[in-house]
């Protein structure tokens, strides 16, 4: 029974640093993070379709191991971000000091269902394995909306309902989705979905795990 209670802390433990990483625990998840969302980072880019000069804001960055991979996929880009966590904006912003010198990079810390940019500023915005976390998706996509120019978009990548279930973590504060779902929510959302994409990733481990996850990336965009 003890062995039990503690297995199930741990875990407790972990998905408590996934949603808001914090201490010197939050910073190995941020490394976690690097390593299990690299691929569903470069699905994600290849559907942003970034052009010269864009406005971009990433909602949940982690530690920001990818902004140097997105900046290089057009010229001028803009590029912003948010991020629950105030150690994940500080370790960002302590990596690249140069990108925040030069404008090209804005960090804040806070929460996508309240932002600080004004109405009709960003071009795309977009995020990976965060939408779980989320106690009420309306508030946040509606100021993603808000934010957004016409004909804006936004993408989410998240891995497949079934596979996170899978996952002895994501009994704590996790809402899973599959893509049909989720394209239900942004429709009444006033978002229009554009594109749906699940594709199969190269094995892993997660928590010990052995895993070989599908994922999906849903864009929309906003239509007025």
């Known amino acids: 029974m003890l062995q039990r209670f503690f297995k199930?802390?741990?875990?407790?433990?972990?998905?408590?640093?996934?949603?808001?990483?914090?201490?010197?625990?939050?910073?190995?998840?941020?490394?976690?993070?690097?390593?299990?969302?690299?691929?569903?980072?470069?699905?994600?880019?290849?559907?942003?379709?970034?052009?010269?000069?864009?406005?971009?804001?990433?909602?949940g960055f982690g530690n920001g191991h990818f902004f140097r991979q997105l900046l290089t996929t057009a010229e001028d880009i803009?590029?912003?971000?948010?991020?629950?966590?105030?150690?994940?904006v500080a370790e960002a912003g302590r990596e690249h000091q140069d990108l925040i010198q030069s404008g090209q990079l804005k960090l804040v810390n806070g929460n996508s269902d309240r932002m600080p940019w004004p109405d009709q500023f960003f071009d795309r915005i977009f995020c990976i394995?965060?939408?779980?976390?989320?106690e009420n998706p309306h508030d946040h996509?509606?100021?993603?909306?808000?934010?957004?120019?016409?004909?804006?978009?936004?993408?989410?990548?998240?891995?497949?309902k079934e596979n996170m279930s899978l996952l002895p973590f994501t009994k704590w504060n996790f809402k899973p989705y599959t893509a049909a779902e989720w394209?239900?929510?942004?429709?009444?959302?006033?978002?229009?979905?554009?594109?749906?994409?699940?594709?199969?990733?190269?094995?892993?481990?997660?928590?010990?795990?052995?895993?070989e996850p599908m994922q999906w990336t849903v864009g929309a965009t906003k239509t007025d």
């Open 78 to 88: 803009q590029l912003y971000g948010i991020d629950y966590s105030s150690l994940m």
């Open 183 to 211: 394209e239900t929510i942004l429709i009444k959302n006033g978002l229009s979905p554009h594109l749906k994409k699940e594709v199969s990733e190269p094995g892993l481990q997660e928590a010990g795990v052995p895993f």
């Open 129 to 134: 394995n965060v939408i779980y976390f989320w």
């Open 8 to 59: 199930q802390w741990k875990w407790k433990r972990l998905a408590r640093q996934l949603r808001q990483p914090s201490g010197k625990a939050g910073k190995e998840t941020g490394l976690l993070m690097n390593h299990s969302n690299r691929f569903m980072y470069a699905l994600t880019l290849e559907q942003l379709a970034l052009k010269k000069g864009d406005r971009v804001l990433e909602i």
């Open 141 to 160: 996509l509606k100021e993603i909306r808000r934010v957004l120019k016409p004909g804006g978009q936004f993408f989410a990548t998240c891995r497949s």
